[in-house]
């Protein structure tokens, strides 16, 4: 099958750099020749060295198909090779290499109730898809669940409560509720039956997640999982 993906490499520009939150990054690119996305997938972006070294990892989207620019998020680790390029020395007007959108089995579809549950960064992908349902009317389709260690370390906070999302502190108190980590209590009121479930963030966190969606009696096949651990490789 032909995919935008396998349509190979392509420039974007640097079209915004904003740092709306410490250690992270978000970066609007205007990607030439661009194939629009659906909310969920993700593209990869490669650097290359001056001596030809490269290194690519994958970043979900966060804006919606409708936007004309693409969205990332980046959360700077301090020892990744990536990350701390694109948050500490991409400027605006620079040119990426970048591959995609990629993904068929993350997305959401646009019509089917959903209940999204994200650990730290693992909101990007959710992100574009409530700015779909909101540019299509129905945020109604879409329960939001997301743990981050404080508020000012969680990615899009306005945007996610606006929503109504429910928000998970572990370092510190959020209202009365005290700093602690997701429970499969917390998704009981979320849950419906024929929601899918996303599952975004790191791989303890989705772990964790999936096997609260499974107690629940959530059908392991409409579970859907995104680890964001390491996805380095070959170029
Ligand atoms: C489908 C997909 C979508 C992703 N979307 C996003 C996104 O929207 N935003 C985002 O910030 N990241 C996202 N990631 C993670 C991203 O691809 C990189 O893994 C991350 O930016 C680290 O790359 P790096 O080169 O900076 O670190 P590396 O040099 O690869 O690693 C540095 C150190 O950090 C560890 N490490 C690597 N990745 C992670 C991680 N994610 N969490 C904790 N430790 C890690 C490594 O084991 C190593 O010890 C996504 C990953 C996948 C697979």
Redesign the pocket.
Known sequence: MVTAANRGWRTATVSGVRRPIAR?VQLRLDVHDRVDHLPGQ?YVVRLTAPDGYT?Q????V?SAPGDPLVE??????D??????H?ADVVERGDELEVRGP??GW?VWDQVSPALLVAGG?GV??FVSMLRTARALGRTDLLRIAVSARTREELPYADELEEAGALVVLTREANGIRPAGRLTAADLVPLWEPGQTAYVCG?SGFAEAAGQFLVELGVDPAAIRV???????GPA
């Open positions: 992270a993700h290194a990892r994958s970043y979900s966060a990332l998020f980046v959360e700077r680790l020892d990744g090779e990536v990350s701390t694109l990629i993904g993350f960064s990007v992908p790191s995104e680890r964001f651990g390491p996805s380095g």
